[in-house]
Structures are given as structure tokens and as C-alpha cells.
């Protein structure tokens, strides 16, 4: 049988002192091997010691195009990575922390999975969203913010959907051809558009969800508005009574309430996904 490197050096070391001179032999031909030969017992030991970068190049590996603020960055990460693993890659590429990022690829990127199991083949594109603590610092918003959480408050006192405004649009029934609707459960965004939906007007709507252009496409009969969802301040939903299998919601896309954009009868089971996609998990911390 053969022997490992190990026990060839155990073996060496080990011999008799009145078998010094082959023992003198045995190191100098050690000396040569690690000289010439890269599967010697030198470099077997030397790869043991990694930055860990090495350890990509042994494993089942897929070669991405990170996408973040217009700049563009080439990552190659085993396949077995986690979302969250993900993260802390593209953290050390752009300087952007995990809790900061919002990842997407056919919808938002869950961290609990594999890129194998989310299915992200080589060329991938990965859209990254978000700013870092201090861009964050440097935007002029809370007292908005606190304005808007006031003025929600003051809503929750009169649900929506009895308010004049919207009874007009939802007097008018669950459309036809609207999506079916899952009430409790949570599902990520489908690949096609979500559509069969009213706006304020009455008006047929769809949304489609261009995550590398980091753009929602609100779609009508007459034409199709292309919003950075960057732009969009806030998003706010509400269950249709007698209907809590589907909301109605509101895309903010001004400074203020009055520039919001309503949308219903939006299956209930997307309503998270919306949010989460358009808003960045990153403004709840």
C-alpha cells in the first residue's frame, strides 16, 4: 500500500541516530522536491494556508455581473453560496453593508438559499439597490417620514376603502381577469406582470417590475409610465374589505400624499414582494 506524505516524513524523522548520514540525504531530497514540483509535501502543506480566496477555484463556481449605481463589477462565487454569502462578496466590492442591500434577480434575492437553488446560471446579472450609511445620512427626510407615519395614523381611523374616493373604483367589482389572489401567504414576484388591475380612473393597469433597469412600468391602455423606483417615497396598502384576498395600494411618487398612485385588487400574496422590491428591505432597519 502506498503512503501518505505524512507518514513519509514521520518515517524520516524518526529513524535511528546511527542512520544520520541518510537522514542528511532524506532532508536535502526534500529540499529538492520542494524546489521542482508542485504536488510535492511542501506545497501540500502550503495550500492549507489560504486567504480563502483558493478555496472558489476548488468548488463548482458561476461568474456574475454585479450591478450596483451604474458601475459594474465581474464576481466569481461557488454555486453552494448562500444569498446571504452573496452579500458579504458584494460588501467587499462595493463597500455597501449586507443590511444596506437590496438583491435581485428574478425578484428579490432570498438569503437563506443557494445560488444553485435560486437557479443562477454563468453571465448572470445581479441588480444591487442601495446606498450606503453615510448617503443615507445625507438625505434630508426624516421629518417626511415622520409626517407620513403620522397622517397613516389618522387613515387607520377610517379604513381607505370606505373613503368616497376609492368606493367609485371599487363599486365597480373584482375585474374579470384579475390575477388569482392567495390571502396569509407570502410569495415572491412572478416573472411575468402583474395585471387585471384598476387605477384611480377606473382604468385597466398592469405593473412590471424591471429590476436591471431598477424601474417600475405602470402600464395603461393609453401608456406606459417607466418610474425609477428610486423616485418612489413610500408605498402603503390596505386589504379591500370583504375581499382581504386583495389590496388596494398607493405608490408615492412625489414629495407629498397627493402625488400618490393607486392601484387595485393586487392579490394579497405579492403585497410584501411589492414593498420589499420598490422600497429596500434596508429602510426598515
Known amino acids: 500500500m502506498g503512503q501518505s506524505p505524512d507518514e513519509v516524513i514521520m518515517e524520516t524523522e524518526t529513524r535511528p541516530k546511527e542512520a544520520e548520514p541518510l537522514n542528511e540525504d532524506a532532508e536535502k531530497g526534500k529540499e529538492e522536491t520542494t524546489s521542482h514540483t508542485d504536488a510535492g509535501i511542501a506545497t501540500t502543506q502550503d495550500s492549507s494556508i489560504s486567504n480563502g480566496d483558493d478555496s472558489d477555484e476548488k468548488q463548482e463556481t458561476v461568474d456574475l455581473k454585479i450591478i450596483w449605481n451604474k ?16 452579500k458579504e462578496r458584494i460588501h467587499s466590492l462595493t463597500g455597501l453593508p449586507p443590511a444596506m442591500q437590496k438583491v435581485m434577480y428574478k425578484g428579490l434575492l432570498p438569503e437563506d438559499k443557494t445560488l444553485r437553488e435560486i437557479k443562477i446560471t454563468n453571465g448572470a446579472k445581479i441588480m444591487v439597490v442601495g446606498s450606503t450609511i453615510n448617503d443615507v445620512l445625507a438625505v434630508n427626510t426624516p421629518k417626511e417620514v415622520i409626517q407620513q407615519e403620522v397622517k397613516a395614523d389618522e387613515n387607520k381611523k377610517e379604513p381607505l376603502c370606505r373613503q368616497k374616493q376609492h368606493r367609485k ?3 365597480k367589482g373584482k375585474p374579470d381577469d384579475v390575477m388569482p389572489a392567495i390571502k396569509g401567504t407570502k410569495e415572491r414576484l412572478p416573472t411575468v406582470p402583474l395585471s387585471g388591475m384598476y387605477n384611480k380612473s377606473g382604468g385597466k393597469v398592469r405593473l412590471t417590475f ?6 417600475l412600468w405602470i402600464g395603461t391602455k393609453e401608456r406606459t409610465e417607466k418610474v425609477p423606483m428610486g423616485s418612489i417615497k413610500n ?5 379591500i374589505e370583504g375581499h382581504e384576498d386583495y389590496h388596494m395600494m398607493a ?3 412625489g414629495p407629498t400624499e397627493a402625488s400618490q398612485y393607486w392601484v387595485y385588487w393586487v392579490p394579497a400574496q405579492f403585497v410584501d414582494a411589492i414593498k420589499d422590491t420598490v422600497l429596500g428591505k434596508w429602510q426598515y432597519f
Open 251 to 253: 405608490f408615492q411618487l
Open 235 to 239: 408605498v402603503v396598502s390596505e386589504p
Open 71 to 86: 458601475n459594474k463589477y465581474d464576481l466569481k462565487i461557488p454555486v453552494d453560496s448562500t444569498g446571504a454569502k452573496l
Open 210 to 215: 424591471k429590476l436591471e433597469q431598477d424601474q
Open 169 to 171: 373604483v371599487l363599486d
